[in-house]
């Protein structure tokens, strides 16, 4: 059993705030981000400024964060992970929840079904029946579930069991429940990791994971067992891997396996010491959020996911003050970042 650390958990619920407020911000093009025009941004962020009547954030969070926070406060007041509270949550955050947040396309139907039966149904039926049956393979589980590792962190069974319950309830693929599990588990090994934990040990790691969720024969494609073995190649490679490359072998989309795995690959790409030398100055985990973000694509939602396993392994401390102060949700993320640890 590994100490649980209390800059850890900071460090992970602040990291995808971040992630997603800044990431959110670049997220409109689809297109890579160069380092200068990432650093322009972060080199200003401030507090919220009050013009009198209203405070006005520079950087608002959106779903990833909203639901990631629901998540946390509803497993916290259960005590456990309850289905049908955490469905609940979800359904009435959204339904009262800024349009800045910018939900997925087809969530609102899942939430609209659970609602309609005042979430008393099977909290897991609306969803099952998302795209003819197939379920959603959106990153939107993912994206989300980092809370459900610091809360069951001592108990790793829990921690794939709970992100499989907490995916089901709006993504039901087998490839989005996948990558919930695997970015779950991502940020318990970061937990759990000391510093001497090198990139190739926690890849070794997921790999071992990913190759038991995807031995069953009905997967056709083993999609994470393939992307985890390319970032093996990518890290080991002598250069920086090209965005052509990134696009080819893993993704930037709204995919789960794409976005989940282009979050891994970007803290696995600065563990291995592999840092773009336009952001060498940085400290490990702001590297890791905007290498995430320069990737293009789903950038709130690769960065969210990246700042949340790149600060449970580094902790709060490489956070900057400004970068916090500047996101909404900053004290409510404090205060969960808090109760989950204790
Ligand atoms: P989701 O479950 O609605 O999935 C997102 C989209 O993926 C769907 O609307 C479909 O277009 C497509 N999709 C998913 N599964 C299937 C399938 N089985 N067959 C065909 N198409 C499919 O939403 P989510 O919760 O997964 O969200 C994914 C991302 O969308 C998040 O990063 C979130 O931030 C959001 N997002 C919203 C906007 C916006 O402008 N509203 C833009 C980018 C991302
Ligand atoms: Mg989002
Ligand atoms: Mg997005
Ligand atoms: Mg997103």
Redesign the pocket.
Known sequence: AQMRSRSKYYGAVLGALVGDCIGAQF?SGWCPVAFSTLLKLTDTLKEKVSDGSSEKWMLYY???TEMAHELGKSMLSKGAFDAKNVAECFGETYFASKPCR??????PNVFKQLQAVRYKGDPYGPAAK??NG????????A?RVFPVSLFYFEDVDKVMHFAACSSKI??S?IN?INGAILQALAVHTALSSSRDTTWDIVLNKLTKYAEKLEESKSIDSRVYCQKLNEMYRMILAKHIPTQNEIDDKIGTG???DE?MCAALFSFLLILAGKSPPELSHLSPICQVILYAISLGG?T??IATMAGAIAGAYYGEEGIPKNWIQACEGNEEACNLALNLFN
């Not at 910018?102 to 969530?107: E, F, L, M």
């Open positions: 997220e959106t779903d990833d910018w939900y997925g396309g087809s969530v998302q795209f197939q379920g959603s393979y959106g990153n939107g589980s994206m709006t993504h693929h989005a709204i995919r789960s976005a789903d709130d939602t």
